[in-house]
Each structure stands twice: as structure tokens, then as C-alpha cells.
């Protein structure tokens, strides 16, 4: 009971803000222990939370020396802008010719040669003409110089 | 200084700068930022740092001003810091401890006083400071912040007694 009266005179002053570090260990140390008196019990959960909280750690991922971790990355922007052009050219410049168009293009090819090779037979075939016309221009001459 | 003897000044106090980011911020991921901002100034400032007499009361100045800066930024930009990790906080704290849900209603509690009182609150019954090294690390006169801490305390003893009553009756 004597120690009750204590504690609670001790914690008439801690409300005032006035008892030192010492006296404020002996209420967590009180605190923290299981049996409180029901009248009491309210405060524990406030001790317990300090001390609780005074063993929060920091983040493990907070480095404490950054020196080696602080690589320049000034030239990062300028890679994304290149590669950033690159991929625009590659979407606007036409894609690589396929197969099937390949094959259109030679049929197209042998198409046009074949027509190209029939014209050029008629055309041949003119030249005989041609040749029959410059016999007549020669006997005309004949004539004619006569 | 190299690494090492950089290491072992900070590290003993590495903690205590994210707890008490957190306690400005909240938000637990705002909070790692600001811790690793400061231990990244306090890298790039080494050579002065031993010119300091207490250097983690130094290195808390630093998290309170980076995360005051903070604030009123968001501030300006009309944005609040979300308590977006209350719940995943709260999940957390209830299968740690088992006991019940009353020890995360005290962080809300704390959570929910005003600055200057949530701080103390953190530095005196969190982190055990006497009151001369909150006085250096909040830059403020320790008459002042035993009003301040005596108020906050008050206000979760209410707040709780009324939480501890409404659970009875």
C-alpha cells in the first residue's frame, strides 16, 4: 500500500511535469509490471507505449554513408532521348519487306519481262517490215536517178 | 573522418532521428526521408562534425528544422501528409504486443497534440532527455517546456481515462 501511496504521489508530479528521469524509471518500471490496481490501469498502456516506441527502429534501407551509392546519373535524360528518337524512328520508318511481298514483286518482275519480250518480238517483227520498206526506198532510187 | 569513425558517432542515434521525423511527419515513409536527408548532411559536413560538443543533439536540431521545412512546405502547397500507415502501424503494434488495443489508441493520442506538445512528449517520456537537452535541441527555455509537457500529459491522461471509462461502461 505504502508503495501505491508513492506511486501515486509520483504521478501527481509527473502530470506536472516535474519529476526528474529517476523518478519517472520508477513509474515505467511500475507500469510495466502485471498487477496494477484497477484504479491505476488506465496509465499503463501509456508506459507501455513508450517504452514500446523507444525500440522502433529505422528503416533498414536508410543508408547512413551514401557516398558510394552516389553515382552521377546526369547522363540518364540524355539515353532516354536517344532511345526515345530510336523508337520513334523505328514506329515511322516502314517495317522490313516480307516474304509474300517478295514473291509478288519477282511474279510482277517475270510479269512485265514477259510483256516487255512480247513487244519486242512485234517489234521485230516491224523491223522486217522496215527492212522490206528500205528495199523499196532503194529501187526507188534507182528509179528516180534515172 | 573516415566511414567507420563516422559510423559509430551516428549510428548510436540513427534511431531516435527517425523516431522523432516521425513524430513531426506521421507518415512513416515522409519520415525516412528526412532521417536519411539529415545523416547525408551531417556525411557531406564531417570534418565540422567534431568540432560540435553533443553531436546528437546537433543531428536532432537538424531533423526538427528539415522536418519544420518540411511541414510548411506541404503547408504551402495545400497538401497534408496523409496517415496513411496508421492502420498497417496499428496491425503491427497489436501483434508485437498481444496486450490490447489501448497502447496504439496512446500513439493516436500523441499523434493527435499539437506539435510542440507531441514533440516533448517524444524527447522527455520516449527518448528520456533531461529537460537542458530538449531545451538545445528544440531551441527553446525549459520553463517552457515543462508547461508544455505537463499539458500534453494531462491531455492523454483525460483523453485516456475517458477511452478506459467508455470501454466499462
Aim: hydrophobic share 40%.
Amino acid at each position: 500500500m505504502a508503495l501505491n501511496n508513492n506511486i501515486e504521489a509520483l504521478l501527481d508530479k509527473y502530470f506536472e511535469g516535474e519529476t526528474s528521469l529517476q523518478e519517472e524509471n520508477v513509474l515505467k518500471e511500475y507500469f510495466t509490471q502485471t498487477d496494477v490496481p484497477q484504479h491505476l490501469e488506465q496509465y499503463q498502456a501509456m508506459f507501455a507505449y513508450f517504452a514500446q516506441n523507444k525500440k522502433e527502429k529505422a528503416p533498414q534501407n536508410i543508408q547512413v554513408k551514401p557516398s558510394k551509392k552516389s553515382w552521377n546519373i546526369s547522363w540518364l535524360p540524355k539515353v532516354a532521348v536517344v532511345l526515345l528518337l530510336l523508337a520513334i524512328g523505328y514506329a515511322i520508318y516502314p517495317k522490313g519487306i516480307s516474304k509474300a511481298e517478295k514473291k509478288e514483286a519477282q511474279i510482277a518482275f517475270l510479269e512485265t519481262q514477259k510483256a516487255l519480250k512480247l513487244i519486242s518480238q512485234n517489234l521485230n517483227k516491224g523491223n522486217v517490215a522496215v527492212a522490206y520498206l528500205d528495199e523499196f526506198e532503194i529501187s526507188k532510187k534507182k528509179i528516180f536517178k534515172k | 573522418m573516415n566511414e567507420e569513425e563516422f559510423l559509430k558517432i551516428v549510428l548510436p542515434f540513427k534511431d531516435k532521428l527517425f523516431r522523432l521525423a516521425k513524430r513531426y511527419l506521421i507518415s512513416h515513409d515522409a519520415a525516412q526521408d528526412a532521417t536519411q536527408d539529415v545523416l547525408l548532411k551531417l556525411w557531406l559536413n564531417r570534418s565540422k562534425i567534431t568540432m560540435y560538443k553533443n553531436v546528437e543533439a546537433f543531428a536532432m536540431t537538424m531533423v526538427k528544422n528539415k522536418c519544420l521545412d518540411e511541414l510548411k512546405l506541404k503547408n504551402a502547397q495545400n497538401l497534408k501528409i496523409v496517415h496513411s500507415n496508421y492502420k498497417d502501424e496499428n496491425s503491427n503494434l497489436s501483434k508485437e504486443t498481444e496486450t490490447n488495443d489501448s497502447i496504439s489508441i496512446v500513439e493516436k493520442l500523441i499523434n493527435e497534440l499539437p506539435e510542440k506538445q507531441r514533440i516533448i512528449i517524444q524527447l522527455r517520456d520516449v527518448e528520456q532527455y533531461t529537460f537542458e537537452e530538449i531545451g538545445k535541441i528544440l531551441e527553446i527555455k525549459q520553463t517552457a517546456i515543462r508547461v508544455s509537457l505537463s499539458r500534453a500529459r494531462k491531455t492523454i491522461r483525460q483523453k485516456l481515462i475517458k477511452y478506459h471509462n467508455y470501454g466499462i461502461k
